[in-house]
């Protein structure tokens, strides 16, 4: 704008000096036309890029949703659908389960035995009570962190190690896992993907608590029932790190909830122990009795 005005004084100097200046007002009406047509051309070039500085981004990417937030929730997704074909509340409110039938051992995947009949009584959270042998005479009572064993010749605490590997189990039940580790702060779920699990197709989700233990979850993709649960924990002593699965097979229908009534355990890829249920009742109300133990007899 400066220029333009300096233009304009030059010019009407020149038309004063010279003796024109009765033609300078035509002459000064052309110069303001055009100097009007630059000011209107610069003021619409500024507002051009005002307005480009100012034209907000794209905001697709604010909008879209973060891949680890979209796979939590396919994950929590493929979970809440394997809670309602489990029984959804039903499942989810159990007491106390009463079952009974027959257990099979093995070391390094070979059989031990021909199996041993069994009754095993259990109350949520942590009370267990399983009775071995046609006779009953063998039992194994396990009372919050406690363990106990009693035989004929009384009742002793069951053996370190033994206590130990409960507990271990117990931590990563199907039971405590839906119903005590999805109901804890921190936890972390992501979604793995589709995969194949016990000769069936499955979608796999692992779950992570705020001390970093996991346990995966293989979820048939028709019935949305668990097929197999996975998890692994490293040896205090050894330091090794191991593996441990269990396999759910034979589902039934029980008192509205879907019960698996084969269940096999796997240590470290070799097969441990399987269990095939013959009568499974829930919910009887078991007595706080039947857990007790006195101690009376001494360690072995």
Do not use: C
């Amino acid at each position: 704008m400066s220029a333009v005005l300096e233009v304009d004084f030059k010019v009407r100097d020149e038309i004063t000096d010279t003796g024109l200046a009765g033609s300078y007002n035509g002459v000064l009406q052309r110069l303001t036309i055009g100097s009007m047509k630059y000011l209107v051309l610069a003021i619409l070039l500024s507002g051009l890029a005002f307005g480009q500085a100012n034209t907000p981004a794209p905001a697709t990417s604010e909008q879209s949703i973060p891949v680890d937030q979209e796979n939590a929730r396919k994950a929590k997704t493929l979970l809440d659908q394997m809670i309602d074909a489990l029984g959804g509340n039903a499942y989810l409110n159990v007491e106390d389960v009463s079952q009974e039938g027959r257990s099979y051992s093995f070391h390094l995947g070979q059989s031990d035995g021909v199996g041993v009949v069994f009754w095993r009584f259990y109350r949520f959270p942590d009370r267990e009570r399983t009775e071995f042998t046609k006779k009953r005479d063998i039992a194994y009572v396990y009372r919050g962190d406690k363990g106990f064993e009693i035989t004929y010749k009384g009742t002793r605490y069951d053996e370190p190690k033994a206590v130990s590997d409960y507990l271990r189990r117990r931590q990563y039940s199907l039971d405590w896992v839906v119903r005590k580790w999805l109901n804890q702060p921190g936890i972390a779920l992501f979604y793995e993907g589709h995969t194949v699990a016990a000769q069936k197709d499955a979608e796999q989700v692992t779950i992570m608590d705020a001390n970093n233990q996991s346990v995966t979850l293989y979820i048939d993709t028709k019935t949305h029932l668990p097929v197999k649960k996975t998890y692994s924990w490293r040896d205090p002593t050894d330091k090794e790190r191991n593996t441990e699965d269990e396999v759910f097979d034979n589902y039934r229908l029980v008192q509205g909830v879907m019960t698996p009534f084969g269940i096999t355990r796997f240590y470290n890829g070799d097969m441990s122990n399987q269990r095939f249920l013959n009568s499974v009742i829930l919910n009887k109300g078991l007595s706080d009795s039947l857990f007790s133990a006195d101690v009376t007899a001494p360690k072995k």
